[in-house]
Nanobody, 122 residues
Framework: QVQVVESGGGLVQAGGSLRLSCAAS????????MGWFRQSPGKEREFVAA????????FYADSVKGRFTISRDNAGKMTYLQMNSLKPEDTAVYYC???????????????WGQGTQVTVSS
């Protein structure tokens, strides 16, 4: 089992950058695929990015490809989402999640954080 806690959200102007962090607890962090999802009011939770257990394989939603970078530090039990060239449509609550198997839909993920708000002003 793993618990995750996100941090790093905030208010930023369009074109700016933010780095989200996800701290995990538990002894088997490196056994989990880690993902980031986001949800804005009235919309379903959507996939943003995922990273494999080793960190070698990374996957991105088309909407963030080239702007966002996911990474992980297994020794420190951390997962990061570097977000550059932010747009107003990136505004959402961002969630970190852990899964036994790599996937890009919420159903793959067993453990979720409470979310962190990202607001991008125009």
């Amino acid at each position: 089992q793993v618990q995750v806690v996100e941090s790093g959200g905030g208010l930023v102007q369009a074109g700016g950058s933010l780095r989200l962090s996800c701290a995990a607890s538990g002894r088997t962090f490196s056994s989990y695929t880690m993902g980031w999802f986001r949800q804005s009011p009235g919309k379903e939770r959507e996939f943003v990015a995922a990273v494999s257990r080793s960190g070698e394989s990374k996957f991105y939603a088309d909407s963030v490809k080239g702007r966002f970078t996911i990474s992980r530090d297994n020794a420190g039990k951390m997962t990061y989402l570097q977000m550059n060239s932010l747009k107003p449509e990136d505004t959402a609550v961002y969630y970190c999640a852990a899964a036994r198997n790599l996937g890009t839909t919420p159903g793959y993920y067993d453990y979720w954080g409470q979310g962190t708000q990202v607001t991008v002003s125009s």
